[in-house]
């Protein structure tokens, strides 16, 4: 297998991989052999090629029956004979994250909106309820903490802050984790709450992430890895007609 990285300027890093014998079966009676082989960085030249950063991989290879010459034994060839091949990339990452915070600003939704004062607002909420349930089988925890801005007089008006939202799955001592982290909670907003959202004409929505055990210990990333949400919403309305 000759694989190579070409960048646009045109330096170039072959993988420099062995020549590698696959699997075959003893006789035409026998059911296809299976088996894999690996190419890694004890093996090949694939960290300088993936630190290369090429534009284009270009791969090309060639087979040999018979590499080391008679054996004792007679080829074969049937009808239903076949080479069914198949790549898999796994690349490890190894990292820790702690209190790294992301924020993203928004136009408020709920403002308040005199104008059209005919569909339920947040002015007939006595209160409002989001209950959270997460399964997350990542090993990275977000805790969410959402502004109220008055963009008008640049001040703060109020905030809500959501502890926890997700846990991060805890990992063993090779950084995989090891289970799901499974949570609930519900975040309540009173009135004076609702006032303050409807007051305010952005909302500056920041997450903070923590890998497992407060971003201590380095993890990993598999692909086996999912997580779950649910969500619902519930509230006291109270409305004339």
Same mark, same amino acid.
């Given at each position: 297998i000759?694989?190579?990285g070409k960048?646009d300027?045109?330096?170039?890093q072959?993988?420099?991989?062995?020549?590698?014998?696959?699997?075959?079966?003893?006789?035409?009676?026998?059911?296809?052999? *299976?088996?894999?082989v690996?190419?890694?960085k004890?093996?090949?030249?694939?960290?300088?090629?993936?630190?290369?950063?090429?534009?284009?991989?270009?791969?090309?290879g060639?087979?040999?029956l018979?590499?080391?010459?008679?054996?004792?034994?007679?080829?074969?060839?049937?009808?239903?004979?076949?080479?069914?091949?198949?790549?898999?990339?796994?690349?490890?990452l190894?990292?820790?994250?702690?209190?790294?915070?992301?924020?993203?600003?928004?136009?408020?939704?709920?403002?308040?909106?005199?104008?059209?004062?005919?569909?339920?607002?947040?002015?007939?909420?006595?209160?409002?309820?989001?209950?959270i349930?997460?399964n997350?089988?990542?090993p990275?925890?977000?805790?969410?903490?959402?502004?109220?801005?008055?963009?008008?007089n640049?001040a703060?008006?109020?905030?809500?802050?959501?502890?926890?939202?997700?846990d991060a799955?805890?990992?063993?001592?090779?950084g995989?984790?090891?289970?799901?982290?499974?949570?609930?909670?519900?975040?309540?907003?009173?009135?004076?709450?609702?006032?303050?959202?409807?007051?305010?004409?952005k909302?500056? *929505?920041?997450?903070?992430?923590?890998?497992?055990?407060?971003?201590?210990v380095?993890?990993?990333?598999y692909?086996?890895?999912?997580?779950?949400?649910?969500?619902a919403?519930?509230?006291?309305?109270?409305?004339?007609?």
């Amino acid at each position: 297998i000759n694989v190579v990285g070409k960048r646009d300027d045109g330096t170039t890093q072959a993988l420099n991989a062995p020549p590698i014998d696959i699997q075959y079966p003893a006789d035409p009676s026998e059911i296809p052999a *299976v088996g894999s082989v690996t190419l890694d960085k004890n093996n090949t030249d694939i960290v300088p090629l993936i630190d290369l950063h090429p534009a284009r991989i270009v791969y090309q290879g060639r087979a040999r029956l018979n590499p080391d010459g008679f054996q004792g034994f007679t080829n074969f060839v049937s009808l239903g004979s076949a080479i069914v091949g198949d790549l898999e990339v796994e690349v490890p990452l190894e990292f820790r994250i702690q209190n790294l915070e992301l924020k993203d600003t928004m136009d408020n939704p709920f403002e308040s909106n005199p104008v059209d004062s005919s569909e339920i607002g947040l002015e007939d909420l006595d209160y409002a309820k989001l209950y959270i349930s997460v399964n997350n089988g990542f090993p990275i925890g977000i805790d969410f903490k959402i502004y109220m801005y008055d963009s008008v007089n640049q001040a703060m008006i109020d905030s809500i802050v959501i502890d926890q939202a997700i846990d991060a799955a805890p990992v063993d001592n090779t950084g995989r984790v090891t289970e799901p982290a499974t949570g609930s909670q519900v975040v309540e907003l009173g009135r004076s709450d609702l006032d303050h959202l409807q007051m305010a004409q952005k909302l500056i *929505v920041a997450g903070i992430f923590n890998t497992s055990n407060q971003g201590s210990v380095d993890v990993k990333i598999y692909t086996d890895y999912s997580i779950n949400f649910n969500f619902a919403f519930s509230a006291k309305a109270t409305v004339g007609f």
